[in-house]
């Protein structure tokens, strides 16, 4: 299988924030945001190893800048790093004050998708060859995630055995 270049599995999406996509806080709702994010990743994903993939795992959304209905929200995702099935996906939101011009990074996230072969079983996928001063960073500590998340992972599971299963009125 050969591998590919972060390059190839660059993904842009751009969307103009309107009154209807909103909370009461007049900013972007985050689950419209995690919305946009889900989707950009799997489109990345999709670049790499053309099969279908599923969300593992969300790591993080980290939103650091409100986005208002002056502003356009851009995303960029690219694939960071591969293990066999996985892979781990950034997603870089940049919000602009379609005013000033202004542009801020408003919200990064961390998501993994898994190859699925036509069975359903978890399959191979091409390595990634990152390229940029940015693509090699989040390359080098892409392993250290991975490590979180196995035992952040492993963790949830543990605490899945305590909660309760049955609907309050039974």
Not at 48 to 56: E, G, K
Not at 65 to 72: F, K
């Amino acid at each position: 299988m050969e591998a590919k270049t972060t390059k190839e599995t660059r993904c842009f999406k751009t969307s103009r924030v309107f009154p209807t996509d909103v909370n009461n806080h007049n900013t972007l709702f985050g689950g419209k945001l995690m919305s946009y994010i889900d989707d950009i990743a799997s489109i990345s994903v999709s670049k790499l190893c053309r099969v279908t993939a599923v969300t593992a795992s969300t790591d993080s959304v980290d939103f650091l800048q409100p986005i208002r209905p002056t502003d356009s929200v851009s995303l960029e995702s690219f694939i960071t790093w591969t293990g066999k099935s996985s892979m781990e996906v950034f997603v870089k939101v940049i919000r602009e004050d379609l005013r000033s011009g202004e542009r801020k990074i408003a919200a990064t996230a961390f998501l993994t998708f898994v190859a699925l072969d036509e069975n359903n079983r978890p399959m191979a996928v091409p390595q990634i060859v990152p390229e940029t001063e940015e693509e090699q960073k989040l390359h080098e500590t892409a392993e250290q995630r991975a490590r979180m998340r196995k035992h952040r992972r492993e963790e949830s599971k543990k605490f899945a055995d305590y909660l309760l299963t049955k609907y309050p009125w039974e």
